[in-house]
């Protein structure tokens, strides 16, 4: 049979604990990268994402732990999905509805949505 390429590391995955192991000659992939190529039914690039690879610091972030993003709908889906992925990895909570819970509000521009969150929670 033919040897392995790849590798499915969870992000944070720290080479250095692996004394014995020899990666240099695998490419390291997450899940991630796994599911979109599943999804497209094709393999894809790993350069396509920074969540195809580990990501070179631990994960979760303390200080995102719980934190709630508001992806608005001026977003399109694959940006939603694609940035609702990265939140989760790096410990944040991707909302799709504004509550006053939400930190951080995640947009491409600024619209009538973005007005209505603005007067309906008294943000400037």
Do not use: M
Not at 22 to 30: A, D, M, W
Not at 69 to 88: G, T
Not at 91 to 106: A, E, M
């Amino acid at each position: 049979g033919q040897s392995p390429t790849h590798i499915i590391v969870p992000h944070g995955f720290d080479q250095s604990k692996y004394a014995n192991g020899n990666f240099e000659s695998f490419r390291l992939v997450t899940a991630d990268w796994i599911w979109d190529c599943i999804n497209q039914k094709q393999i894809i690039s790993v350069n396509d994402s920074l969540l195809y690879t580990p990501l070179s610091f631990k994960c979760p972030l303390p200080s995102l732990k719980n934190v709630a993003f508001y992806l608005s709908k001026s977003l399109n889906n694959d940006v939603r999905y694609s940035l609702a992925n990265q939140i989760r990895v790096l410990g944040g909570i991707p909302v799709f509805n504004y509550t006053s819970n939400t930190k951080y509000l995640i947009s491409e521009t600024e619209n009538n949505e973005l007005s209505r969150i603005e007067l309906k929670h008294n943000i400037s």
